[in-house]
Each structure stands twice: as C-alpha cells, then as structure tokens.
C-alpha cells in the first residue's frame, strides 16, 4: 500500500476510536455558513436558513466497489465523496455537508486512513462541502464506507425523477462509457502484474477513461449552466449504474415511456477506441456500464433551441406515453429495441 | 438464525439491490409531515419548516458491536436505530428522519434482512420517525450497518455538550450499568451454549438487564419531562462508552472539571446482584461499561429544588473548575480516584 516499506506505521489502537476520530478530522475547519457545529458533539448542527434539506446516504464495500489491489485510497476517499455530492446534484440542490462512516480492519494501519482522509478532504475542498460528522469502528474484515451527504436547496429549484411528460427532450451531461472502460483496463493490468509481478502496468494513453473510473467529478456545475441556460429540467437522475438503468428509474417515477437513439450517445474518442481494442460495444459500455456520475435529465421541448449544440450537453431521446415503453433505436436503422436494465448490481456482479 | 429450518430461504440476487431496497422498505410510510420525498430518488427531501437541523451517524459492525450468534436481528435493527435516536435526544433535539445503509454478505437470505428491517421498522413506529433513505449493498465478510439520523429543532431548545459551568450539577437520567451484566450474560450463556448445544441457556430472572442490552431505549422522553420542571441543562451527551467516557468529554468541550460521588450512581437491583454474582463492581459497570444510552447532563445549581428526589433523575455530583480535574468519590470515604476512560472502544477490545 506504501512505496516506501521502511516508514512505521501506526496501528488504530495506538490512538483509539476517538483519538483516531480527531486525529483523521482535525484538518476539516467549517467554511460553510450553514455548518453550526461540526464533528465533536453527540451530532452536528446545520442551519438551513430557510431551504429544504436534501440528504442521501451510499455504502462502498471493499471487494465490490472496489479493489484496493489498484485503487490508491486517496482516490478512493475523494470518489466515496463525489458519488453521494452527484446524488445531491441530481436532485439540482447544492451540496453543503457530509458525515462519513467506516468500518475498518486492524490489518489498516493510521497512515492508510490518513491517505483515504486526504482524498475526502480534498474533494471537500473542491467541492466546498463540509465534512460535520462521522463515525469509526473498527471491523473483522475489510474496509466498508458510508457518506452521508446533505445539500441545502430552495424548494423552487428542486428537481425530482418524477417530472417528466411526454415528448420532454431527454438530455445527458458529458461523456459516456469511459469509467466502465477504464475499470476494464484496470482490471487487465491487475491479472496481469497477479501473474507476474515484474510486468509493468501499460496505462500509458489511457489517461482520461482511468481518471474516469479512479477519480470521478460529481456535475455539480450543471445547476448553474443550465440556470444561465434559463432551463429548470423537468426530471433529473445522475448516471451511478449505466444510462439503461437511469433511464428506466425516471420512466417508473415519471410514469412515462423513453426513446434513446443510440447515435446520439455521447462517446469520448479514447472511449471508442479501447472499446474496440478490447472488442467490447462502446454503447454498450455507456448503457450498462455506469459509475459515469454524469447527470440525465428531461426538458420542455420548448426548451430545445436553448440546450441544442452546447458543447457540455447532448439530446439523446425523448420521452412518450408510458405505454410506449422504453427503446434504444439502433444505429443505422429504426430498429427499436427494448431497454433492460442490466446496469450495474452489487448483488449480481458478486455472485 | 431461523426455527423452522424447512422454511424456504430467498437469496438476496434473486431480487437485486433495487428490487431489494423496495422490498424492504415498502412498509415504511412517511407520517411526519417534515418528510417530503422518501426513498425512490436521488435523495430524500425534508422540510425543516424553520428549525435547525442536527444530523448523526453510527456505524455497527458485526463481531464488533454484536454476535448474532445471541442476538436476534430484529432486536439488531431496533438498537442500531436506537442508538442513533439517542445521540439525536443528547442534543435535546426530536428525532424525524432516518436513512439506513447496508453492507452484507450473501450468506443472508432475504429473510433475514426482512427480521432485520421489522427491528427498525418497530423502532422508527414507537419513536416516531421516518425511513427515508439509504443504501444496501453486498460486502465480503458480514454485516455492517451504518444509520444516520436527523432531529429538527429550534435553536433555543439545542443544548451542545460545552455548556457546563463551574457548580453546575451533574445529573443522569435512569440506571446504570446494567447493558454491560445484560452482556455478560448473554456471553456466559453463548459460551456455555458452544461447549454444549444441549444446555438451555439460563436466562431466566435476567429479564430487566437482558433487555437493556438487547433492546436498549433511547430517552427521547427527557426532553419534555424537563421542560415540564422547567429545566434547560446546560450541556448533555448520552452513555454509549460508560460514564466516565461521558465525564470526561462534557470536561473537555465545557471546560470544566467534575466530581462524581459512586455512592450517588442510580444501579438497579439486578443490576447490582448480577455484579455480585459474577464478582464484578457494579459502579465499574457503570463508569466503564456503556451501552445504557441514559442522558447525562449538567443543570444550573438554582434548579437543584426543580429536579431533586424527582423518580427519573440523580443528582450524581458537580462541575468544578477545569484545574480540578475529574474525579470519583469513592463510596464510604472522601478519597478522590483520578477519572479515566477505560469506557467501550470499538478498537481496544478487538486487539
């Protein structure tokens, strides 16, 4: 876990639960002016001033979500952070605090906590969120992390899955497919130093879908693009577990059918090209892949002339009567097929 | 973990992480009116409706904070739920909302999880708060439970653990020490159980220890029988780590020392028949033990005439100055013992 082996490291019990809970909180001062009290009371205190609270809470377990095998645990700190803030931004509020839960194996001594903290700190900070409160423990096996994350958002502009109607334009931010790719390549170069521990990894050239995978943004930013825009979406979801799944998750809350052309996709070049490298469907990727923290939406179909042609935002289908149910349209032709959601299952995928 | 063996067992991939979270959270309605949005999006949406917010979490990890091998999981759920509730009462705020996460391995079926959820449906019934999200997902060793809750209240009702004055009094509410003989119980019977699966365990006349270990209450009632005596204290925290722990936090965030006298620690009488069975000190039981959740709080010494002689209430010592320190008075003697925490940590007893 460590590149230099001689340095000490410091098993939990030196400092204990709650030396180890100050220690590992002691850099996080309060920059919002709605985080009253922060880690240290029987619970925090948030001042709302007026808004509605949202809040949402996700799990990552080691060995499902993630492999310490090749995940630095800074990066794993800052991306157990962004998947809940992208939670927060699905529903258009802005993010403001978060609590952090661990429970954590003896074979993990203080330093490695240190690391995972340095990445939830320093997606705090790029964030400007609030770290308020926590809880360690120690456990029998592995790593399990639970955030918690709040945001503060006048009711207004609170967007829900449920809001679409009929011929609502469905929009996505971003790219697609890239962080189920980079897992991919991840997992390659892991069977591969497994095998023999003297091959050097080859990530040369895979830049953009390994950062997608290992350090993902939350689109915080949409809010205030599509504020300018002057666009509320009518319903929003972020993409944690592929476009297929997200898709159908606003059809069953927004009680209406989808039509996604798969043409009009968003695929990054690099995207493309190890998809066909690793002769995997590049769609297919964007579809079932997930863990692209990317926000969909649907918009009035007034609302066309405003969105159509932004660089950050591509119209990939339309919503219809329930009914209709919900179909990709293949490239190339009109051929409809249903969408099944095949996205990714923490139960499923570790059978 | 069931009686009927012959009972068919559902694995968890059978319904999926989606289909399971509906599954288990379907009979959760929203009755406060606070709660706006439920599980089903990316967040749940609450109404603060003017008051503040104060938000805790804690983490329960199998082998650490329990055995199933003696504790059923429908209590499981109630006491992670309660645990939390309490941390809400320490503040002196209402509990409203709860958001549940999961991380477990697929050696549980359905069945047990549905036990699990009846636990902290019964929870959320008898104290009055809503379920309104979280996260379920698979782990590779175990069950770990992280619940955050959240309490709303206005800010002239919060009391924080740092406003302890100099020769404010020093009350607890209910009995001490008994969660920890409840405990020893329990593990006396399961080892007993182990060395000889045809011995009944001897459980009878435990009762009242039994259940405040196993289905310990949160004293969310504190809050209105003070107000009723027109009391506000002036710091509070609950007994999850034993007293001393407690003493010794409310000194450190009050600035303040304390002086507790043993002979005024409230121990019931089982709990201190049971002590002498097992030849263990009951007040050690109540300094060191934890897990009782009774509310610990300091009052201004013109309200000793308000609470005095009252049948939920001890007066168990006072505030000092910081220089002073914290001490025990030992029983019988004015010999003052140097307070320390020796309470519950969740890092030190699992070395």
Redesign the interface.
């Known amino acids: 876990m460590f590149e230099d082996k001689s340095q000490e490291l410091t098993p939990?019990?030196k400092?204990?639960?709650?030396g180890?809970i100050k220690h590992l909180t002691e850099h996080f001062p309060l920059e919002n002016s709605t985080s009253?009290?922060g880690v240290?009371?029987?619970?925090?205190?948030?001042?709302?001033d007026?808004k509605?609270?949202?809040?949402?809470?996700?799990?990552?377990?080691?060995?499902?979500?993630f492999n310490l095998g090749y995940v630095p645990l800074k990066h794993l700190g800052y991306k157990a952070v962004v998947v809940n803030l992208s939670?927060?931004a699905?529903?258009n509020?802005v993010p403001t605090?978060i609590?952090v839960?661990?429970?954590v194996s003896?074979r993990f001594p203080v330093e490695a906590l240190e690391e995972l903290y340095a990445g939830i700190q320093l997606a705090c900070k790029h964030y400007k969120v609030d770290l308020?409160?926590?809880?360690?423990?120690?456990?029998?096996?592995?790593l399990?992390m639970?955030i918690?994350?709040?945001?503060l958002e006048n009711e207004d502009e609170?967007v829900?899955?449920?809001g679409a109607k009929p011929n609502d334009l469905l929009v996505v931010s971003g790219d697609l497919g890239g962080a189920y790719l980079g897992l991919q390549i991840l997992e390659r170069e892991h069977s591969v130093f497994l095998s023999n521990p003297n091959m050097q990894p080859e990530m040369e050239g895979y830049d953009y879908i390994l950062e997608r995978q290992l350090k993902p943004e939350a689109r915080t930013d949409v809010k205030n693009t599509l504020k300018e825009l002057g666009i509320k979406p009518t319903s929003?979801?972020?993409i944690s577990d592929g476009l297929a799944s997200e898709v159908l998750h606003l059809s069953d809350?927004s009680k209406v059918g989808f039509r996604v052309y798969e043409e009009k996709i968003p695929l990054d070049n690099l995207t493309m090209s190890t998809a066909e490298e690793l002769n995997l469907n590049p769609a297919m990727a964007a579809l079932n892949g997930g863990e692209d923290y990317e926000l969909l939406f649907t918009i009035a179909p007034e609302d066309f002339d405003k969105i159509v042609g932004h660089p950050d935002f591509s119209i990939i289908g339309h919503a219809t009567e329930l009914n209709d149910g919900n179909h990709l349209i293949a490239r190339g032709s009109n051929q409809m097929i249903p969408l099944t959601?095949q996205g990714w299952?923490?139960?499923?995928n570790?059978?």
Chains 1, 2 share one sequence.
């Not at 400092?15 to 709650?18: C, H, M």
């Open positions: 939990i019990s400092l204990g639960e709650f180890l009253e009290l240290g009371d029987d619970a925090a205190i948030i001042n709302p007026g509605k609270v949202v809040v949402t809470t996700d799990v990552l377990a080691e060995g499902v979500h939670d927060v699905a529903m509020a605090q609590l839960s661990l429970a003896n308020i409160g926590g809880d360690t423990t120690s456990s029998n096996a592995g399990v639970s918690t994350a709040i945001g609170i829900k899955r449920s929003m979801i972020d809350q959601a299952d923490a139960f499923l570790k059978e």
